[in-house]
């Protein structure tokens, strides 16, 4: 049944993704803020495809952090693709995601990711590519738009923690803008990279938010760190046993 499941939500994705993406190229001409609500179109599918194909439910915990005015970073644990629907669709604000620019040659999906102005970077530019992430993600504040970073920059197996880079940090600390820190459980569902998906429950934990002033870069990410581990072992407390 799982694999029946996973199939059917497969074939689901690519039969959407393909005249959604299509359609991203039609209306290009409109002004951005169309385009992103028409482009969420796809998202919802898939997050409503994750739902009602593959029985992947979910709940989110202190919604009340986020800022009900103003800007925010949102840094998150990254553990699926799920994730990145559910901010999409969910956040209370526009979001933008920083990601390497090479995606945008990716047929069909890259080509509507290219149309929306978010944080793409070259990441073989090393120590530039913060710069890029700081140079940009102001712009996009300045929009009224939230930046969504994961901090371990890749997915991330359940139990595992990554290492956490600065380039959420640097942002808020340039900006002044407060980030809230986010620890879910997603992989536990859609593991890292696994074409088999389960049903299960995923709970999206936003933390209280964490003024940047009076921090440097570095602490501000070793709070961050600190937060989402620790939220993460309350989760899922099974994966962490015995360390």
Not at 19 to 25: I, K, R
Not at 72 to 84: C, D, G, M, P
Not at 91 to 98: A, H, T
Request: hydrophobic letters at 45%.
């Amino acid at each position: 049944m799982t694999y029946l499941r996973s199939a059917l939500y497969m074939a689901f994705l690519v039969v959407t993704v393909i005249p959604y993406a299509l359609c991203c190229v039609l209306w290009a001409p409109l002004p951005l803020s169309w385009r992103y609500r028409l482009t969420l179109g796809w998202p919802r599918m898939a997050l409503w495809g994750a739902r009602w194909i593959l029985g992947m439910r979910y709940q989110a915990q202190g919604w009340e952090h986020l800022p009900a005015k103003g800007p925010a970073i949102i840094l998150s644990k990254h553990q699926s693709a799920w994730e990145t629907l559910y901010f999409a669709v969910k956040l209370p604000r526009d979001v933008v995601f920083v990601y390497k620019k090479e995606l945008h040659h990716v047929p069909f999906f890259g080509w509507s990711l290219a149309l929306l102005s978010m944080i793409p970077i070259d990441r073989t530019k090393g120590k530039e590519s913060f710069d890029q992430v700081v140079k940009i993600g102001t712009r996009r504040l300045q929009e009224g738009r939230w930046p969504v970073l994961f901090p371990e920059g890749t997915r991330v197996a359940p139990g595992q923690t990554g290492r956490y880079k600065q380039g959420g940090a640097l942002l808020a600390c340039r900006t002044g803008v407060p980030v809230i820190p986010v620890a879910h459980n997603a992989g536990e569902c859609w593991p890292r990279n696994a074409f088999l998906k389960t049903p299960g429950l995923v709970t999206v934990s936003f933390g209280p938010a964490i003024d940047p002033a009076g921090h440097s870069p570095a602490s501000l990410n070793n709070a961050v760190r600190e937060w989402i581990e620790a939220e993460m072992r309350r989760l899922n407390p099974e994966r962490y046993a015995g360390r």
